[in-house]
């Protein structure tokens, strides 16, 4: 798919990114339907995901994301897990999609009841089938195109468009979703693909909101300033000497500590 053009081929700069973040490290079981994404196990029992899947799948993705052109809002994204919560508001805030963060509201894709809840988007983006089931099973009630970020043991059912990665690990949750915004901004013509995109990737990776805390109280804290050994108010006192051996007058400091 991706060697059609060169454009759309995998970087060697995209590859070091996504096997530092271990997009390519999978569960110890494998669903039979991830199977075919599978490049070998590990001696620990890992299944190792081809990462050239990943890519080929995350671009068809990109295409399917940019095809509901009229309303970005109509994309639907959504993470129940923890970990990708940041990353869906990050994916939201850039490609304009609707985020879900936290816990979906059962009937919120059938139940035309919930006035505050209920949407009807073209297109839902989910971070971890096993945990957003909910959310994939209303889609599949209303004929709803799914998109989700599988591991090798993930389920697949109602899933249409599955990303092979590690969807458990906070890096590889912000990596995938930092590049498949970048690759919508990209097929969308908003950014270049000449040009580094100049959105860090860490914005997309979750943080505790402890250790957010901390480097806030750090960072309004003053910073203490060190005292300056020599510049001492009380004046040093010198005396003039003659020394034994050749009678000559020399300086003798006196030092107080």
Not at 52 to 60: A, F, G, I, N, S
Not at 125 to 145: F, G, K, W
Request: net charge neutral; charged share 25%.
């Amino acid at each position: 798919m991706s060697g059609s053009n060169d454009l759309l081929v995998l970087k060697d700069e995209d590859v070091k990114m996504m096997l530092a973040a271990q997009v390519h490290v999978g569960a110890t079981n494998v669903d039979h339907r991830m199977a075919k994404y599978v490049y070998t196990r590990k001696d620990a029992g890992n299944h190792l995901i081809n990462i050239k899947y990943t890519w080929e799948k995350l671009l068809l993705a990109a295409r399917a994301i940019v095809a509901v052109d009229e309303n970005p809002k109509d994309v639907c994204i959504i993470s129940a897990r923890t970990y990708g919560q940041r990353a869906v508001l990050k994916f939201a805030s850039y490609t304009g999609a609707s985020p879900i963060a936290g816990r979906f509201t059962p009937g919120a894709f059938t139940n035309h009841e919930i006035t505050t809840k209920f949407r009807e988007p073209r297109l839902l983006i989910a971070i971890d089938p096993s945990l957003d089931h909910q959310a994939i099973s209303e889609a599949a009630y209303v004929n709803l195109p799914v998109i989700a970020l599988c591991n090798t043991d993930s389920s697949m059912n109602y899933v249409d468009i599955a990303i092979p990665c590690n969807n458990k690990a906070i890096k590889s949750i912000g990596l995938i979703v930092w590049m498949l915004a970048r690759e919508v901004l990209r097929m969308r013509g908003t950014v270049s693909r000449q040009l580094k995109w100049e959105v860090m990737v860490d914005l997309f990776f979750h943080r505790d909101p402890e250790e957010v805390e901390k480097e806030t109280k750090a960072a309004q804290e003053p910073m203490p300033i060190a005292a300056d050994p020599w510049s001492s108010a009380a004046p040093v006192p010198m005396q003039m000497d003659r020394d034994p051996q050749f009678g000559a007058p020399h300086l003798r400091l006196f030092l107080q500590f």
